[in-house]
């Protein structure tokens, strides 16, 4: 970094430049400098969009370093909005290739302010905010959030009812385009249409007002990023633009809707991250949409947490098992029978014992109060520390194994549940509205087993040492228990399978069939989960999700490379009852 000044600065004032607009802003709220360009400088960058580079890194009272880029905002006018982290003196240090404004520093005063600040990963699987509570200690979040994709294009009587509603609702996030082709031309000419960002900036600025992160996602629709921007410079500048404009926010990024839409979609969502972690010093969570997974792309190193596009356990649960990262889905709700309240609660809480958290599309009243009950349920758990749980019968559990179990149980029948020998609270939970009905006599031991009150819908078991959860609660701590990720088993003669089909060449253009064959069937085999993936190794686009299942016929993905024929590295997991996972590999050809 630059900064070559020293404590006592002499502010030189760039001409335009108002930093003491940033005076008194509070922690975590944002502030503008501003820059005009003069006559002559306006004359050489009759396109500042295209042509201005601008970048202001402030220095905080404890010497950490925020380096933000400025945005254009219309006319000669350029803009670097900035938040600061904590109270007390920041300098600042401009540079740019404005000859008068580059070299200048100054200084201004943020005041403190009772914001637990933005939310970053934790504890392997889970979130928290980067700020202390008043008792020093970090605070978890709970992400529920809510689809709302076209919220960029709304009226704003629309727009502002949809956020107001969701508040209400107990959700946390609103998903939303940056880039739509339905929003008519946020883009004209090589440069940005500045009433439609403003008018962006203002609901995102509305959705941090009502306590809700925005979860931008840069483009929607297949080949939008690439068609708006056919080069990479023009990328990079729109990412630096959009960062500008958006990172001194509560926001969350998504570089597209589904990467695999795009040709190449690997590396282009490689730049795209790269040039968002460039960008953004707040280090905003970052990863990419997808179909099925994201979770593919997390070698290239510049995800911090994967998103699943699909409501399939068989990807969902075993790659919760393999990746050290939190995972989001943004699939429930999204399909056709997810309309029907009980499709909706079984997607929104088999995802929860996946593993996962969740952005869901709760398009009508019963999905929403479902997902509010979801909401006031898991916040009354240490849900940051909760993890999925397998010796379970009758249900899919998550545990703070000598704490709490919570038992989802889709189809209403006995449930068998292995404890830490204690005394426990029982209770039900009826998911549809968050009833809960207690179960008088507490249970005591370490095997429960029990029904839930009827078998008319889908119930929650929670049972918990309440006792000791209320104490535990006191303190936010994230450390109450190390959450190791297992060790695939990959050794041949310990691997429970093999893979029976397909056993020669296959072709791109037909189904091919596939088969696992059991070969030591035990208890925990019973019950399996199958996630089939492949890669060329040759042409860099990275794994991707073939089939899951223990047999069927898989389509392969016509991104899954460049050239054919191509050697195919064919990677087969299984994840028993147990929640062991196992690998078995093969190699084949695959034919054009």
Partial sequence: MRFGWVLAILALAAPGLRAE?????????????????????????????????????????????????????????????????????????????????????????????????????????????????SAGLFQPHLWLGANELLFGGMDDAAFRAMADARAAQKFTHVRGYVLAGSFGAPFAGGEPNLDYFRRLDARVRYLNQKGLIADLVLAGGAGTVTKLFPTWQERKRFVRFVAGRYAAMNVTWEAVDQFEDYPDGRALVQEIGAALKEADPYEHPRTSGAHVTSAVLLDDKWQTFAQHGTTDSNVNAVEHQLYAVPFVSTAVGRAPTDSDAAAFRHSLWNATMDGQYLTCSAANEANAKAAKAWADFMGDTRYWELEPYFDVDGGRALALE?????????RPGPVELSVEKHSYDVFWMNPADGTLTPVKKKFSGDHFTGEPPDRSHDWVLHVVREGHLSGMNRSYKFESREIVLQEIEANTPKVPFVIEQPSGDISKSKLAPYSAKLTRETRATRTMWWLWMGDVAADHQGYRVLATGQKGQMTIPTDLAKNFPAVLHLRL?????????????????INP
């Fill in 21 to 133: 607009d940033c005076n008194n802003t509070p922690a975590y709220s944002t502030c503008e400098m501003a820059f005009e360009l003069s006559a002559t400088e306006a004359v050489a960058h009759p396109h500042p969009y295209a042509s201005v580079e601008l970048r202001v890194e402030f220095r905080s009272p404890r010497r950490r370093t925020y380096a933000l880029p400025g945005y254009w905002d219309g006319g000669r006018r350029m803009v670097v909005r900035f938040a600061p982290t904590e109270e007390g003196q920041w300098d600042y240090l401009v540079n740019s290739n404005i000859a008068g404004w580059d070299g200048k520093t100054g200084s201004f005063t943020a005041a403190a302010s009772p914001s637990p600040g933005f939310i970053l990963p934790a504890n392997v699987h889970h979130w928290q905010y980067t700020e202390k509570s």
């Fill in 573 to 589: 997991y299984g994840m028993n009852a147990n929640g062991k996972v196992y690998e078995a590999d093969s190699g084949l050809q």
């Fill in 402 to 410: 000598d704490t709490e179990y919570v038992v989802y149980v889709e």
